[in-house]
């Protein structure tokens, strides 16, 4: 298993040089270290290395550990066999979820740059280009160097940059060198979603660490800023970290007809490191076999420290022993000699608390642990220098292959159209990969869950070509009977012929299959992937188009927190052109558009509410106009012969009337009780002819409703057991921010007896 950092190491070597470069803070004499495409670059005497250029020795290094690291093949290095793993690494859901966020910025660059390029590339510079290759070949030296370095600034950027790591990402996930630990048939729902007890625990030892790094000259809105992201980032490495200590005691504790097999994460994030050794070492722990120990880190896979294994030439043998005589005598230096089997996996602990307890300053500055490290210092880049040395024909072949394809493209007729298609086809091959990678996450992640995650099937699109005729969107959505028993099956069906063909209306499917595993991050990535390629040839219909943008709005209703006012306002102004133009849409269609879109609009001022507690009447008066607009359309969503996503509204607007009656109750506004009646009234037709069970949101403003219709005490009380129930279950998917804030709000209007206002709810501090 390896996190988002790993990857981003994989991607952009240069940039996470930090792992490959142990030394970084030793107080170094200048020390050169020599380029295996000539020249050199100098180490400053404190030991940092300036900014590197694109084909410097460390740079190179970081490419070379990256490459191992994920090497799952064999590859011939100096006329031997090297190999490291049997099978793909894995990610797991939480990470995958910033590798999302890296590709989105990857994708961005490229887009933004070409602009920049087009300025500079003129007829000078293409032919600045070709003479520097043709005097390159001319001289034999490297055309490689000659070439980029006579590209202009901007496309230099661009090639080296981004592209590079689209084309790096591309080849690791077309490789099966990465996949998804929801794949995994060990992956079962304890370890894709592990037990929030665990999780949480993890999360604030983590987020404990977090915060000690915060610095102090932050302002105290950056602070609080700061530690929000840094909030997310303990939840989500807390869950990756159970889930792979979950995984791993389910492989040291097999079947009888199974062996053993173990799992780690590699991660270089410093924070994880020092609060799972504290933890693992600590009387916490009852088990410190080291078969348990999960955590490991990217340079514990380099080539330097693996040199026997991939050379028989002496030389190589003789720099490793002699690395390794020197980190021993410092090892023993700083922490005394150990024997026993756990001493190197104590050394993370050790040095932490020796950092705590005397500060790494004061033993840095110990003239014999400096003469040491030095030492070692200087053993470690002779080792990088053979080990650049070996692979640099392997790996600058990827170099070769940028700028032929680099070389190509300029050589067209007109290279600045051939730049830009270029560039557009490497974002698609970017947005194709990631979906392929995607898609078996969401198709288990759907295949696992009891109940997909609750929202609203109103979505009018054809997916019988990759549904099956059999089945619907809704059975799928909903976990009807009829298809639970084979759903595996069916859900493999569908991975199958969306990926055989990425067409929009099947990434589009895969969008709202996201969003049904509770996926919303990746449900928004893949509808607005959809919403690009439906603008691009052939066209599609503009019933599809008014599909996607429905379903965008509903995602971004969907991942509201009191910080989104911009997304929140995007939302509602797609909404009110959709109502526009589902005027113009055809008459069999228009009623049943015209509804969703006002039904929405409601909805997404409901939960907008309860992140915006200054306007909340404001909002619950235009709740209120939206669903009696939408309400004139009841009687023909609740037809005999309405279709599945025609109740399905009718559904939302009856639920979402009751909802806004106990809301504005709430806020001390008298109830409509004819209007909620007649809600709760409909309610009960549309649930009888549906028969599925009660989903817990419409479920709460049902219970609600008769509360409020008929009092006493039992009504209460069953309203606020249902809100408790939910709150403290074990709901999978997790509920929603509005939905667990609008639970929180009528628990505590029950626990008053109906008397609690909005000013005295946390909810709107």
């Known amino acids: 298993m390896v996190d988002a950092d790993v990857v981003r190491l994989f991607m952009a070597p240069g940039a996470e040089l930090r792992y490959i470069d142990p030394f970084n803070q030793a107080d170094m004499q200048d020390a050169e270290v020599s380029d295996a495409q000539g020249g050199g670059v100098v180490r400053n005497r404190h030991g940092a290395w300036p900014e590197e250029t694109w084909n410097g020795p460390l740079t190179l290094f970081a490419t070379i550990t990256a490459e191992y690291l994920f090497l799952n093949r064999e590859i011939i290095v100096g006329g031997k066999s090297v190999s490291n793993w049997r099978e793909p690494l894995r990610i797991a859901p939480s990470h995958f979820e910033d590798v999302q966020t890296m590709l989105h910025q990857v994708q961005l660059k490229i887009q933004n740059t070409p602009d920049l390029v087009l300025k500079e590339l003129d007829d000078f510079a293409l032919e600045k280009i070709d003479d520097a290759h043709r005097q390159a070949l001319e001289r034999h030296e490297d055309p490689i160097r000659s070439v980029v370095d006579a590209l202009p600034g901007a496309l230099r950027q661009l090639f080296l940059g981004p592209v590079r790591e689209a084309m790096r990402w591309l080849r690791l996930v077309e490789n099966n060198q990465l996949l998804s630990m929801e794949g995994l048939n060990e992956g079962t729902r304890t370890v894709i979603e592990p037990d929030s007890t665990s999780v949480s625990s993890w999360r604030s030892r983590l987020r404990r660490e977090l915060n000690t790094s915060l610095p102090a000259w932050l302002d105290a809105s950056s602070k609080i800023r700061r530690k929000e992201r840094l909030e997310e980032r303990a939840s989500r490495d807390a869950k990756a970290l159970v889930g792979v200590m979950a995984l791993n005691e389910a492989g040291l504790s097999p079947s009888a007809d199974d062996p053993p097999w173990r799992v780690i994460l590699v991660t270089g994030d410093d924070h994880l490191h020092r609060v799972y050794a504290r933890w693992f070492w600590s009387g916490e722990n009852s088990n410190k076999d080291l078969d348990h120990y999960v955590l490991r880190r990217p340079l514990q896979f380099s080539p330097v420290l693996n040199l026997r294994s991939m050379s028989d030439d002496p030389e190589a043998g003789g720099i490793f022993d002699n690395l390794v005589k020197a980190l021993d005598v410092t090892i023993d230096l700083i922490f005394g000699r150990e024997t026993s089997d756990t001493a ?250 015209q509804a969703r879109a006002l039904s929405e609009q409601a909805a997404l001022v409901i939960d907008w509410y309860i992140f915006a507690p200054a306007l909340r009447c404001e909002y619950l008066t235009e709740a209120r106009k939206r669903l009696k607009e939408a309400e004139q359309h009841l009687s023909f969503l609740m037809r005999s012969d309405a279709r599945p996503e025609e109740r399905e509204l009718a559904t939302q607007i009856v639920v979402n009337t009751m909802c806004v009656q106990v809301l504005g109750k709430i806020c001390g506004e008298p109830v409509d009780s004819i209007s909620l009646a007649r809600a709760r009234d409909s309610f009960g037709m549309i649930h009888g002819v549906m028969h599925g069970e009660l989903d817990y949101i419409s479920e709460l403003w049902k219970l609600a409703a008769d509360w409020l219709l008929q009092g006493g005490d039992d009504k209460c009380r069953l309203v606020f057991t249902h809100c408790e129930k939910v709150l403290n279950g074990n709901i999978d998917p997790p509920l929603i921010d509005s939905d667990r804030v609008c639970l929180e709000l009528v628990q505590q209007f029950a626990e008053g007896g109906g008397t609690l206002t909005v000013a005295d709810c946390r909810t709107g501090q």
């Not at 190509?408 to 298609?421: F, G, H, N, V």
């Not at 974002?427 to 995650?453: C, F, G, N, Y």
Request: aromatic share 6%; charged share 30%.
């Open 344 to 593: 190197i996996f104590r050394l993370e602990n050790k040095w932490d608390r020796a950092q705590q307890e005397a500060g790494r300053q004061q033993t840095a500055n110990d003239t014999t642990m400096k003469t040491q490290i030095d030492r070692c210092s200087h053993h470690w880049l002779e080792a990088i220098n053979l080990i650049n040395a070996r692979n640099h024909a392997y790996f600058s072949q990827e170099f070769t292959d940028i700028l032929r394809k680099l070389h190509s493209i300029l050589d067209e007729a007109d290279a600045k159209t051939s730049i830009l298609e270029w560039t557009s086809r490497c974002v698609d091959a970017l947005d194709s990969e990631h979906l392929r990678m995607s898609l078996w996450e969401t198709i288990s992640r759907i295949e696992k869950l009891d109940r997909p995650q609750r929202m609203p099937v109103q979505i009018c699109c054809d997916f019988s070509n990759l549904l099956g005729k059999d089945y619907t969107l809704v059975q799928l959505l909903t976990g009807s009977a009829a298809i639970n028993a084979d759903r595996r099956e069916i859900l493999e069906k569908i991975g199958r012929r969306v990926s055989e063909e990425l067409t929009p209306e099947g990434i589009f499917l895969m969008a709202v299959l996201s969003a049904g595993g509770g996926a919303f991050g990746l449900a928004r990535h893949h509808i607005r992937m959809a919403q690009r390629r439906a603008k691009k040839p052939p066209s599609v219909s503009k019933s599809l188009e008014m599909e996607l943008t429905y379903f965008d709005a509903l995602i971004d209703r969907f991942t509201l927190d009191k910080g989104a006012e911009e997304q929140m306002r995007r939302a509602r102004k797609s909404l009110a052109d959709l109502y526009l133009r589902a005027k113009q849409a055809p008459i069999s269609a228009r009623a049943f558009l």
